[in-house]
């Protein structure tokens, strides 16, 4: 009884309609028409002295991230398509299926290295800039170590002067994460 | 197409075909990048070549592009056929057609049908020269028709202009094999519609000359009537007549019923004042009554009604036969169709009791010693005993 139960369940969830999820291709094709990357945008990929390390610029004034619509079957032209691929291959990582400007997808390989944890909302939400920042400031949090552990630290380069300004880069990433988690995360990330 | 003529593409053209670049997406990818051997998919890859490099797939044919252009593209056509009559300096519709073919078939094959039983004694069909004759005799028309029928019949300006187009012919190259841009076929397009024009201006000019030839046997008196018709539009004689619709070749044709009375339940006489029944020669021929008129095979009391016939079958195609035969319907209808014992039309002459009727015919009714019905000018026509 209960297998045939679970035939039933099965067979009538596999009819249910699933909705249409554009692809990979879709969203990345979008990117490259609507700002009509070139080959020199592969050469900005390659570059890792072009790679961001941080903010690029303040995070209050990063524009919201726009409500995405891929057609669902996009047709490109032939160096398009290979732009589109070229970067699929390059990037290769699942945060690129977010990038919704040329900017975060040439952040798309640091953020997913720092943190590969971010849900789909965040990401769909936040702009790549700010998540990158998060992720440095917690990164670095990390590396500093406790507020404590600092105070208690005597090997600490630069003496006393070296403690305050340590505590002081402390204090303004936690002001930077915390800053972030009220205003960009819904809840928790 | 639009864009394809008027954008900035790279095509190419192979064996007559155009070519435009291919667009890809991963699926069209994998299937143009297959091996010759694979067979998944079957012969996706037909009409896909590659020039330069570049991939294109096979679209239209540049014949086909030529002759469905002026379907496609109607306004965009008809510009370059203006653009070009106005270098050439022909005017639109120049030479054009005496009288165009609606009128000719009114005027010789369905007013003779109409006119014939009073053109005298006999009862044979007018000829086209006695219908013009008859519409000389009746109608004055001004002196200056004849200038413009002497100078109608003077073939030389028309010979002079074809010989010009035949001198201007210019053969032009097919479209050259290999990678072309937008620009390049928009230009071979337009040289080559611009061959079809003059082609079909030279068909004109020589239908023009054939047919003026004809007519250079016919009296100039004759010709000033048709040239008059052909301005005008419109005539109306011995009841019979028709108007121009706007300015193109239709027509509303119509025949006055003239006054008729006809009898009720009770034998009383109701006179009926004249009106006109009509057929327009856009659409099916319906007849209709033009006048705001009332009548028991008539809905409303309002102009344009169509005339309640419930044997009829109106056609859609203008011919001669169908027009005549819908005008006699409809006459007949008015005329012969309303009989007192039978719930015939919309109406009653005897009765008012129809819900929410607004009219009756009472006004209509005479007295059965009026002057005009026992003089027999007046004739009761569904007096059937």
């Known amino acids: 009884m209960a297998l045939r139960e679970d035939l039933k369940i099965n067979r009538a969830l596999s009819r249910k309609k699933k909705p249409l999820r554009p692809s990979l291709f879709a969203q990345v094709i979008q990117v490259v028409q609507e700002y009509a990357l070139g080959d020199d945008f592969l050469k900005k990929l390659d570059h890792p002295g072009l790679e961001p390390t941080g903010p690029p610029f303040p995070l209050d004034s990063l524009p919201p991230k726009p409500v995405r619509a891929p057609r669902p079957f996009p047709l490109a032209s032939e160096a398009e398509y290979n732009l589109a691929q070229a970067i699929i291959s390059k990037v290769n990582n699942p945060y690129l299926f977010y990038a919704s400007r040329p900017e975060e997808i040439l952040l798309c390989p640091s953020l997913y290295r720092l943190n590969p944890g971010f849900g789909a909302e965040t990401l769909e939400r936040c702009h790549f800039a700010l998540l990158l920042a998060y992720a440095s400031a917690q990164q670095e949090l990390q590396d500093l170590g406790a507020p404590e552990a600092v105070a208690a630290d005597p090997e600490e380069p630069g003496g006393e002067a070296g403690i305050i300004s340590r505590r002081a880069r402390l204090a303004e990433l936690r002001q930077l994460v915390e800053r972030v988690e009220k205003h960009h995360f819904k809840a928790g990330k | ?385």
């Open chain 2, 1 to 385: 197409m639009r864009r394809l003529l008027e954008g900035e593409l790279e095509l190419a053209v192979v064996s007559g075909f155009l070519y435009l670049p291919l667009r890809f997406d991963p699926g069209v990818a994998r299937e143009v990048h297959r091996e010759p051997g694979e067979t998944a998919g079957g012969e996706a890859r037909v009409g896909v070549i590659q020039v330069a490099g570049q991939h294109f797939v096979k679209t239209l044919s540049l014949a086909s592009l030529i002759k469905n252009y002026g379907k496609v593209h109607p306004d965009a056509y008809e510009q370059l056929r203006d653009d070009y009559r106005r270098k050439h300096g022909l005017a639109a519709g120049w030479p054009g057609m005496l009288v165009g073919r609606k009128l000719q078939t009114i005027i010789f094959q369905i007013m003779p049908h109409f006119l014939r039983r009073k053109a005298g004694p006999g009862r044979k069909r007018l000829s086209p020269e006695e219908i013009l004759e008859l519409i000389g005799e009746n109608h004055r028309i001004p002196p200056e028709y004849q200038e413009k029928a002497r100078t109608y019949l003077d073939l030389e300006f028309l010979r002079n202009r074809l010989r010009e187009l035949e001198e201007s012919d210019e053969p032009v190259e097919p479209l050259k094999e290999g990678l072309v841009t937008s620009r390049q076929l928009r230009v071979w397009l337009h040289q080559t519609l611009a061959g079809e024009f003059r082609q079909e201006e030279k068909e004109r000019l020589q239908e023009a000359l054939k047919e003026r030839g004809a007519l250079a046997a016919t009296r100039s008196r004759h010709l000033a009537v048709m040239l008059y018709l052909a301005e005008v539009g419109s005539l109306e004689m011995e009841g019979f007549g028709f108007f121009r619709l706007g300015w193109v070749d239709d027509y509303c044709i119509y025949k006055r019923t003239g006054k008729f009375a006809l009898k009720d339940f009770y034998g009383r006489p109701y006179l009926f004042p004249d009106c006109r029944v009509a057929v327009y020669t856009t659409g099916s021929l319906k007849p209709v009554v033009l006048e705001k008129y009332k009548h028991p095979f008539l809905s409303r009391y309002a102009p344009g009604q169509e005339i309640c016939l419930s044997n009829f079958r109106p056609s859609r195609e203008f011919t001669a036969k169908n027009v005549i035969r819908a005008l006699t319907e409809g006459l007949n209808g008015l005329f012969y169709n309303y009989t007192s014992r039978y719930r015939k039309g919309y109406h009653r002459l005897d009765k008012f009791w129809e819900a929410g009727q607004t009219f009756n015919f009472d006004d209509y009714r005479v007295p059965r010693d009026h002057p005009s019905l026992v003089s027999g000018e007046i004739e009761i026509k569904n007096d059937f005993t």
